[in-house]
């Protein structure tokens, strides 16, 4: 079965640099998370989007920003990099609408800031 | 949102059954429980989600007793693949809702 897509895998920047991760759900899913994870924390939800809609934001830093397009994909920008932004960066998908709430995790975009 | 705990670790041998209890004595009438297994450097995974009494699926069963103030998930016979990080998550089944993850139980299965 089809999973969530995320590019880049891998990603290293340097500090005040900007990055742009992608997520592409599983199809016919219309719902986006974003998660932050730290080196030994645990996951930290980011921000979602319903339907093109952001639907819920948690403790996303104002220096990023994310968008989901008509084709339901999800791009999350972060701008002016810093030490503490190296984490990996989990998008999950879910039907939405539909009566579950079941999040689906893609592999995650490991983001390494120098 | 209820709070959940849950221990900080877990050992067992591969074949024995694995029991993990999360408590969470603040449950609303409306909150479901939710497990979720991590690998290292993977994204969480859904493993099963239940109200009250007892629900089982393919990979585990999850026991809620009638005050649903604790629940116990259950692996059957571990075997080393089953090495991850399991959280207890307790919030309303709502499409939309985002996941809280805190303090999971760091399985470790050995030969």
């Known amino acids: 079965a089809a999973g969530v897509i995320q590019s880049p895998r891998h990603l290293i920047k340097e500090k005040r640099e900007t990055a742009t991760l992608k997520c592409y759900p599983i199809?016919?899913?219309?719902?986006v998370y974003w998660y932050q994870q730290g080196p030994g924390q645990d996951p930290q939800f980011l921000i979602s989007?319903?339907?093109?809609?952001?639907?819920d934001k948690g403790s996303i830093p104002d220096r990023f920003s994310a968008q989901q397009f008509s084709d339901y994909h999800s791009e999350l920008n972060m701008s002016s990099l810093e030490l503490g932004d190296s984490a990996l960066y989990f998008c999950a998908s879910s039907p939405g609408g539909r009566s579950t709430d079941t999040q689906y995790f893609g592999p995650g975009t490991r983001l390494t800031v120098l | 949102l209820a709070k959940t705990t849950q221990p900080i670790s877990m050992d067992s041998y591969e074949g024995q059954e694995v029991n993990i209890t999360c408590s969470h004595n603040n449950i609303a009438t409306n909150d479901y429980i939710t497990w979720y297994q991590q690998f290292p450097s993977q994204g969480p995974r859904f493993i099963i989600q239940?109200?009250?009494t007892k629900v089982t699926n393919e990979v585990a069963s999850l026991f809620i007793p009638a005050d649903r103030k604790s629940s116990t998930l259950s692996l059957p016979r571990v075997s080393l693949s089953d090495t991850a990080v399991y959280y207890c998550l307790v919030g309303e089944k709502a499409a939309g809702n985002k996941l809280t993850f805190g303090g999971g139980t760091r399985v470790l299965v050995k030969p």
């Open positions: 989007f319903y339907e093109k809609m952001q639907s």
């Open positions: 199809p016919r899913h219309d719902t």
């Open positions: 239940g109200y009250k």
